[in-house]
């Protein structure tokens, strides 16, 4: 007996194998998925296996390995799959990492979700043979016919400027490289190379109110090559959207500036993603934008005044595909490519939402009723089930950004993002972001803090700190009112005693009763009680930090069991990249923008009655 | 008796007048169509007329008609309808041209075609009440249902700078003028105004190798506005299109040099019929353009290089359409506009022909069997009959247009244009343009004096000046070759004899055999005879000047009864209008090119054969 006998991990498949076959070979024999992109060749390195079991029997790394392996990665028992081969009657286990399989996936606050790449850009190359045909027929004409035959492209025409390329690129000898398309959309023809082009990239936008995120992918598998963020340079004109709104209005010439300086923004965020990975800014095809509805309005130089007054109409809620060359200032791209900016549902729910929604429809197809929070200054928040979804927004205010809030700070180093009391004593473990002395306190920490107050009994219902106490860590402050003591000045790097304030307090029952609102209309809407809702989603950066049980304690988020509670990171960069790479999934977001159901409750006597209900605390029995 | 009796031709009508009363006043009253563009202020100058009696009873012109009327048209009477008043008891006899009717007719060398106007760009007006609704839709959505219901507009959607120009219109008050909303095609919004906006205007632009005429037209009436025509500054980097292609595969940079000056031409005929109507280069929104093949080719920054080698293939043949901000350098139009380009039939037979078909389409749209030609350094002809149209080209020499030939010149002042000559007479009676003295001899002259030649018996068959004539006229010339005399040098204003040399002859020759061995093959294709053609159709200056009977002498158009010989002048012009001002045209134009078959003339041995046979004339008996 020489064979081998071969298995593959997970799919638990295995073949007999005839000595010296390729792992490849015997992969695609199997119907394995694993993704040989460059044909087996030995150029992509996407085909990473670990061998599990027979590592001794293979012959040592190949200078294909060598060069396409990191040495992490040989470490860890990777191999090429194109370059390994069976020896002789052994035992070998392959295991293929999820990462080499030919899906997508998009990875969102450490949960992931598979999408088979289908992007608007793609490249087709004709040989210049067609050329030489005698035929009479226009060179556009020729193109047009091989790509609805070869190619089923029934629907395409030449771009312009793709014309003007074609023309030039046309000799009388036509000898020479094959000629590159970029297709848009299988229907228009964008750019034409002289050389079959080089490859095609895109990049997905989250347009953050206070942070822009910036993904570079790799249009033809999907994958991350580059990621880079910064602050929104918005914010030098206002921290919030309302007064970035009332400029505009004040003076129109603000618009262009707002847009400018984020545009401006992205391009450097771009510039930074080309500077990593050697990618021209020419070769980027393609842009999908996600914000919310006033950022994706500025990013477009559309005016928001509009939301600046009741009823809070935007200009347009419709996704928004436009040639690159139509927004000024120009984004760092291919001039003749596309910028997608995401649907939005209402003036104060955008195309960050509907992202959400999109990841949280594949992570969780058939999860019965859902609630979605992406909390921030503003809370959009959406509740599904079956019937379909219905989506509001709520001024929650700046306090979870530590803003308003006497000692609060972002999510920095030295931040408090972890506060424990035990009721009965007086001692307040606080663990501080990168374990350095506190600064002051950021949002989960603010969480974890009132909720301490009332587990401890230190609040009354309606938010006082209660006058009685013995704990030496609640007393008068300097200004006159009640605080409480959650780190003394020597262990701090402050200089003075970290404290939340008795308008802390309110400023936090402030936020956390527009959101307890705002999820008790959402819930009688649908007629649904908390114990009905069978997972909460938060999408954010705060959603990941957040103790979801000290979040429930305070009345924040409905009370549920914690395990039903899943953090998912930037959702709205996770599905801004889905609909960039994935036709499927641009469509699925249209249909969800489409489909939720609005509830404006700004003018609403219902939520004004919730939200004075709601400043109140449930206290412990 | 004091009233005037006043007759308007071609009409009949007439009327006993008031003295003093205004013609324009009359020719209301009864109905009489003159077009008073600008309701008789002196400024339009459209309500030109002949007075055929009683012009020694008005007054002197009056400054507004010196200023409006051209010199030309002083002299051959013309006056303006808006400036004139009848005196006392005279008769006075008003012939209105049919240019200055307010019908909207496509005059094409005197004839004219009727076409409903329907323009790719209209506008419509939305009140801002619209925006006051409290419904949370957004504007964008407000104003296209508005659209679909009030003007069945179901597929329009907003441009990306109109849904900009929205936005900025928006205010919380919403008082104040209506919204003009400019829509091309029922499809697009291209432009919002905040106040309604002013006319919607368009360009219809001739582009030819030598000459490029520009037509400004009021898209709502579809009237001609303003004329204006230049020379194609093209011609600096060569006469004749196969020296701008070699131009341009020489140096691609020549391409960019060639489409510049093409449209910077373009652009001062814009200004210069802005300048005389008082109209915004803003508010044309759409240029319809027609030319040969190369010429759109170039005008678009299309090499036309594969134009200059077998098989002369066309980058494409299809009619386009540009947004106006997508040509470089700009044209002086909104830049929001729409260019559009008419379709070509094959590299040397192009959108010209396309419209010149159009044309004759409606002039004569059940006419039987016809022919119709473009003669030019390249004549492109078309014959038609119930069975399809099929067209060819034939590169016919510049002879025609006065080059290449001993004394020939253009159609100046002072040129030849008909000759009369009588067998057994040694007369030759000569007209010029502008009855100067004879300074050379254009298209339509050289003509007649070939037919002449013939006719007088002084050529062979095959075109030799034949020596045994008693003729002093025919002699040989300095240069040893044989020549005769058209004028005498002291009847010239030239100081030397103006002679048609034997060279002259054969120059003749090579463009009449191109035509006619053409013309033979189309025929022999559809199987017809010479008298079963029922019209030809001439296009062109040249056409209009032509006498067909000579023409028939000499062999370049089939022999056919002169009556049935039409000359239709710049009919390009004429097809561009009609493809601008009426979408249905411009269906129709598309229809023409896609069914008009192409024959290739260049590589057919059958065409060398009868060209070989075609350089001889057929004497008389």
Redesign the interface.
């Known amino acids: 007996m020489n064979e081998s006998n071969v298995t593959f991990l997970p799919a638990g498949k295995h073949i007999i194998a005839p000595p010296g076959s390729r792992v490849m070979d015997l992969a695609k024999m199997l119907n394995i998925n694993i993704a040989f992109t460059c044909g087996g060749k030995g150029r992509c390195g996407r085909c990473k296996v670990f061998v599990r079991k027979g590592m001794e029997t293979l012959g040592p790394l190949t200078e294909t390995e060598k060069n396409l392996l990191s040495p992490e990665e040989i470490r860890s028992g990777l191999r090429l799959g194109c370059a390994i081969w069976s020896p002789l009657a052994v035992d070998l286990v392959i295991d293929v990492p999820e990462d080499s399989t030919e899906h997508l996936k998009i990875h969102t606050g450490g949960t992931s979700v598979i999408v088979e790449p289908d992007p608007s850009v793609k490249r087709y190359v004709i040989e210049r043979s067609l050329f030489r045909s005698?035929?009479?027929?226009?060179?556009?004409?020729l193109i047009l016919d091989k790509l609805e035959k070869e190619h089923g492209l029934a629907q395409v025409s030449?771009g312009?400027?793709a014309?003007?390329q074609?023309?030039?690129s046309?000799?009388?000898s036509e000898e020479g490289e094959a000629v590159g398309l970029t297709i848009w959309n299988d229907r228009e023809i964008i750019s034409v190379q002289r050389e079959g082009g080089r490859g095609i990239y895109g990049l997905a936008v989250d347009v953050g109110t206070t942070t822009v995120v910036c993904y570079l992918l790799n249009l033809n598998d999907g994958k991350i090559l580059s990621i880079s963020s910064s602050g929104n340079p918005q914010a030098n004109m206002g921290d919030d959207l309302m007064t970035r709104i009332s400029a505009v209005?004040e003076n129109?010439e603000n618009?262009f500036r707002l847009q400018s300086s984020v545009v401006e923004s992205i391009n450097r965020l771009i510039k930074d993603c080309c500077v990593a990975t050697g990618i021209a800014p020419e070769d980027i095809y393609e842009c999908c934008c996600a914000g919310n509805t006033c950022m994706q309005?500025l990013f477009?130089?559309?005016?928001?005044?509009?939301l600046?007054?009741s009823?809070?109409?935007?200009?347009?809620?419709?996704g928004?595909t436009?040639t690159a060359n139509?927004l000024h200032p120009p984004l760092l791209m291919n001039q003749k490519g596309k910028i997608y900016v995401l649907p939005s549902i209402?003036?104060f729910v955008g195309g960050d939402n509907v992202s959400v929604q999109l990841i949280v429809n594949h992570l969780a197809p058939n999860n019965g009723i859902r609630l979605i929070l992406d909390i921030g200054t503003n809370t959009e928040m959406a509740l599904a089930d079956s019937q379909g979804v219905i989506v509001c927004s709520c001024a929650s205010g700046p306090a979870f950004e530590g803003m308003h809030i006497t000692h609060g700070v972002r999510g920095i180093i030295g931040a408090i993002e972890r506060v424990l009391m035990t009721p009965g004593s007086i001692e307040v473990k606080c663990e501080t972001i990168g374990n350095k002395k506190p600064i002051g306190i950021c949002g989960s920490g603010l969480v974890d803090a009132i909720a301490g107050l009332i587990q401890t009994g230190l609040l009354h219902r309606n938010g006082v700190l209660k006058a009685d106490s013995a704990t030496p860590r609640l007393r008068v402050g300097a200004s006159g009112e009640r605080e409480f003591v959650l780190v003394w000045k020597e262990e701090t790097d402050l200089g003075k005693d970290i404290v939340i304030g008795q308008r802390d307090v309110i400023e936090f029952q402030k936020a956390k009763a527009a959101i307890q609102a705002a999820c008790k209309i959402l819930m009688r809407r649908k007629k649904i009680t908390e114990n009905q809702i069978g997972k909460i989603f938060i999408a954010g950066a705060f959603g990941q930090y957040i103790d979801p049980d000290n979040a429930i304690v305070t009345g924040m988020l409905p009370s549920v069991p914690s395990e039903r509670i899943q953090a998912i990171g930037n959702a709205a960069g996770s599905g801004a990249r889905m609909a960039l790479i994935s036709r499927e999934s641009r469509r699925e977001a249209e249909a969800i923008a489409e489909k939720s159901e609005?509830i404006?409750l700004s003018a609403d006597p219902e939520f004004s009655r919730e939200f004075m209900q709601s400043m109140f605390f449930s206290l412990p029995q």
């Open positions: 005698g035929s009479l027929l226009p060179y556009e004409k030449f312009y400027e014309l003007q074609l023309s030039k046309i000799s009388n209005i129109e618009l309005h477009l130089g559309l005016s928001p005044q509009s600046g007054f009823p809070y109409r935007p200009v347009t809620k419709q928004i436009i139509e209402a003036g609005y404006e």
